[in-house]
């Protein structure tokens, strides 16, 4: 299975600072990648799907890019609510598989 | 508005079965491909099984083939997942996802999730 690796685990951001969470496949996935937000409690939200395309309603301070098989996820401006657990999905070979997430959290 | 709410989540002994549900409101469910994911405590999340709009394809990751079946009830609108053999490894929060549409695989949709503990 293509395994998804996050980094870092945890990212410590002022708000109002950027963030830029990394996710790497063991394989080539093409774009076929997304990113969610997830918070305690509440259901994931899908940002980014084909590695960088924004979702409906996603604000535009999220950005995703890939080189290879490396993927990025760009947070600008860092608002109180964007801090949360992100996670990338690959979704190009079954099984559908996932990061082990980053953790944003408030410096 | 689009809700998916997922319920049935319970502890039970290792060995024991059980049956999750996920109610669709805000859209048709037999419309979309719905996916169940599961998250172990402390982990990241797993997918665990995709069934196609017309229900008539089915994928399960290796872990629970066998285990796990899902299927639809299109009267209600839900989807179902239901759970024999449980095992610990099986401990998790259960989410369902909508598949977007004219997609690939990226869900745009997901539940609050369900806690299964399995446990004796």
């Known amino acids: 299975e293509v395994v998804m690796t996050q980094s870092p685990a945890t990212l410590s951001v002022s708000p109002g600072e950027s963030a830029t969470l990394s996710c790497r496949a063991s394989?080539?996935?093409?774009?076929?990648l997304a990113w969610y937000q997830h918070k305690p409690g509440q259901a994931p939200r899908l940002l980014i799907y084909?590695?960088?395309t924004r979702a409906t309603n996603i604000p535009p301070r999220f950005s995703g890019s890939e080189s290879g098989t490396e993927f990025t996820l760009s947070i600008s401006s860092l608002q109180s609510e964007d801090f949360a657990v992100y996670f990338c999905?690959?979704?190009?070979?079954?099984?559908?598989?996932f990061g082990g997430g980053t953790k944003v959290e408030v410096k | 508005e689009v809700q998916l709410v997922e319920s049935g989540g319970d502890l039970v002994q290792p060995g024991g079965s059980l049956r999750l549900s996920c109610a669709v409101s805000?859209?048709?469910?037999?419309?979309?491909?719905m996916t169940w994911v599961r998250q172990p405590p402390g982990k990241g999340l797993e997918w665990v099984s995709y069934?196609?709009?017309?229900?008539?394809?089915?994928y399960y990751r290796d872990s629970v083939k066998g285990r796990f079946t899902t299927s639809r009830d299109i009267a209600k609108n839900s989807l179902s997942l239901q759970m024999n053999s449980l095992t610990a490894e099986d401990t998790a929060v259960y989410y369902c996802?909508?598949?977007?549409?004219?997609?690939?695989?990226?869900?745009?949709?997901w539940g609050q999730g369900t806690l299964v503990t399995v446990s004796s």
């Open positions: 996802a909508r598949r977007r549409a004219y997609s690939g695989y990226d869900l745009d949709s």
């Open positions: 805000g859209f048709t469910s037999s419309s979309y491909g």
């Open positions: 069934i196609n709009p017309g229900g008539d394809v089915i």
């Open positions: 394989q080539g996935i093409l774009t076929n």
């Open positions: 084909g590695a960088s």
């Open positions: 999905q690959q979704y190009d070979k079954w099984p559908l598989t």
